[in-house]
């Protein structure tokens, strides 16, 4: 990370040669960890540990911190020399075992999307299996590319829904998402909207999905905004959200600053 911060150090130079030392720290705050996180293939992934990561792909709920912890905790005991409780805990976890554990976790995560939704979510078929999988699919490629592009929130990783007059497709969308949040792979958050003084909802998906993918847990405080009819059209495969990445909300707040709809 401080290898990233000289980077878009020099690169704030580059681009503002007469900027102000404000404009060249807040480049550097916004883009070091965009910089840091663009590493496309699996074998390079960058090393994902430490209590803030946790705390962040937690995604605000508190099992979701717990349990990488329980894991971690036991895979540090049994893999002691002397299997002693005394040496896990005054020498702690290391970020190895932090690392794999988390990673096991994500791809878990997306086992399930891929095979096991409808066996576990009332209501689910295995056609709508399908559609929420290929939907958080398109949702993954759509950060990724932002996260290697050049626009002004290369890390968001959270949406919510425009063009809300279809009526028809809205209600079709907002069934698959209910799906994603009762098998806790989405949640829903409310927000300031662009409109001043005004409220809306904005989706989070669980940031357990996001390290087998190299995103960064932290992600950003912007959300993306995308078409309710073009959600749904990827959800059924009938096209890609590639194209949707230019409109961006304003800050969504905290990881734990809005209340859970």
């Known amino acids: 990370?401080?290898?990233?911060?000289?980077?878009?150090?020099?690169?704030?130079?580059?681009?503002y040669p007469e900027g102000s030392a404000t404009q060249?720290?807040?480049?550097?705050?916004?883009?070091?960890?965009?910089?840091?996180?663009?590493?496309?293939?699996?074998?390079?992934?960058p090393v994902y540990s430490g209590f803030e990561t946790i705390v962040y792909l937690s995604?605000?709920?508190?099992?979701?911190?717990l349990e990488p912890c329980y894991w971690m905790y036991e895979r540090a005991l049994s893999s002691s020399?002397?299997?002693?409780?005394?040496?896990?805990?005054?020498k702690g976890i290391s970020p190895a075992i932090q690392d794999d554990i988390i990673k096991h976790h994500s791809g878990r995560a997306w086992s399930l999307l891929r095979d096991g939704l409808?066996?576990?979510?009332?209501?689910c078929s295995e056609e709508d299996a399908r559609q929420v999988h290929r939907l958080f699919e398109q949702l993954a490629q759509l950060f990724r590319e932002r996260l290697q592009g050049s626009g002004?929130?290369?890390?968001?990783?959270?949406?919510?829904?425009?063009?809300?007059?279809?009526?028809?497709n809205l209600a079709e969308l907002e069934r698959l998402l209910k799906i994603a949040r009762?098998?806790?792979?989405?949640?829903?958050?409310?927000?300031?909207a662009k409109d001043d003084g005004s409220r809306e909802y904005y989706y989070v998906p669980n940031r357990i999905l996001w390290p087998i993918r190299g995103l960064d847990p932290q992600g950003q405080h912007a959300r993306v905004s995308l078409q309710a009819d073009r959600l749904l059209a990827a959800a059924r495969g009938s096209t890609t959200l590639k194209a949707t990445v230019t409109d961006v909300g304003t800050a969504q707040g905290g990881l734990f600053d809005d209340g859970q709809a």
Do not use: C
């Open 24 to 45: 060249i720290s807040d480049y550097i705050y916004k883009y070091h960890r965009a910089i840091y996180f663009r590493r496309l293939d699996k074998a390079n992934l």
């Open 118 to 123: 409808d066996k576990i979510v009332v209501d």
């Open 182 to 192: 009762r098998a806790a792979l989405l949640y829903i958050r409310e927000g300031a």
């Open 152 to 168: 002004s929130e290369p890390r968001a990783t959270s949406f919510s829904i425009s063009g809300q007059a279809h009526g028809a």
């Open 59 to 65: 995604t605000g709920v508190v099992r979701n911190l």
């Open 1 to 15: 990370l401080d290898q990233a911060k000289e980077q878009a150090r020099v690169e704030a130079l580059e681009k």
């Open 81 to 90: 020399a002397e299997g002693a409780e005394e040496k896990v805990i005054s």
